[in-house]
T-cell receptor, first 115, second 113 residues
Framework: GAVVSQHPSRVICKSGTSVKIECRSL??????MFWYRQFPKQSLMLMAT?????????EQGVEKDKFLINHASLTLSTLTVTSAHPEDSSFYIC???????????FGPGTRLLVL | KNQVEQSPQSLIILEGKNCTLQ??????????LRWYKQDTGRGPVSLTI?????NTKSNGRYTATLDADTKQSSLHITASQLSDSASYIC????????????FGTGTRLQVFP
């Protein structure tokens, strides 16, 4: 099946710093990539949808200036958490989707801990 | 009220036993319903996918059923193994917005030896 990787798998940072998370589709071209956030014992919540070469579409309540998404190529999307605060600590998961197809392939997730 | 509800929230079983997880949904119309397995600290991995016209789908020891009339689905795990310990998530894809997956809160399964 299609493989999506994320880097780093976990990161610890100080409050106020920025953190970049990479999401790569390894064996397919992801026309669309999705970014999710998952708090402990809760469902995945969609943060934003990005199409290659376009600006991301953010879900209601997600600050676009705080969570910067770049989808510059068909195999790479990045999520930058700017000026991170402890409440941003969460599990961030991306998924990739080929053009014209419905299935999303999920990455392994990135655990972010902001001290 | 969540559009996709799962029960039980958590379940403990002994290795080798069978178990069934439930999913009730209100999403309508929908394109497909999937069951995912999510290991702790990992992303979800697809187990089964069913369209609204399918009643059952198997993947090894995992068998999913779907009753579109009652809007219920179940995931049956046969001869459980320790490696089955994970969260199992029911996900429904709305027909008119297939990208906006609706996730259940999951069932946390623990298999003990």
């Amino acid at each position: 099946g299609a493989v999506v990787s994320q880097h780093p798998s976990r990161v610890i940072c100080k409050s106020g710093t920025s953190v970049k998370i990479e999401c790569r589709s390894l064996d397919f071209q992801a026309t669309t990539m999705f970014w999710y956030r998952q708090f402990p014992k809760q469902s995945l919540m969609l943060m934003a949808t990005s199409n290659e070469g376009s600006k991301a579409t953010y879900e209601q309540g997600v600050e676009k200036d705080k969570f910067l998404i770049n989808h510059a190529s068909l195999t790479l999307s990045t999520l930058t958490v700017t000026s991170a605060h402890p409440e941003d600590s969460s599990f961030y998961i991306c998924s990739g989707q080929e053009g014209g197809r419905e299935t999303q392939y999920f990455g392994p997730g990135t655990r972010l801990l902001v001290l | 009220k969540n559009q996709v509800e799962q029960s039980p929230q958590s379940l403990i079983i002994l290795e080798g036993k069978n178990c069934t997880l439930q999913c009730n949904y209100t999403v309508s119309p929908f394109s497909n319903l999937r069951w995912y397995k999510q290991d702790t600290g990992r992303g979800p991995v697809s187990l089964t996918i069913m369209t609204f016209s399918e009643n059952t789908k198997s993947n090894g020891r995992y068998t999913a059923t779907l009753d579109a009339d009652t809007k219920q689905s179940s995931l049956h795990i046969t001869a459980s193994q320790l490696s089955d310990s994970a969260s199992y998530i029911c996900v429904v894809s709305p027909l008119y917005n297939t990208d906006k997956l609706i996730f259940g809160t999951g069932t946390r399964l623990q298999v003990f030896p």
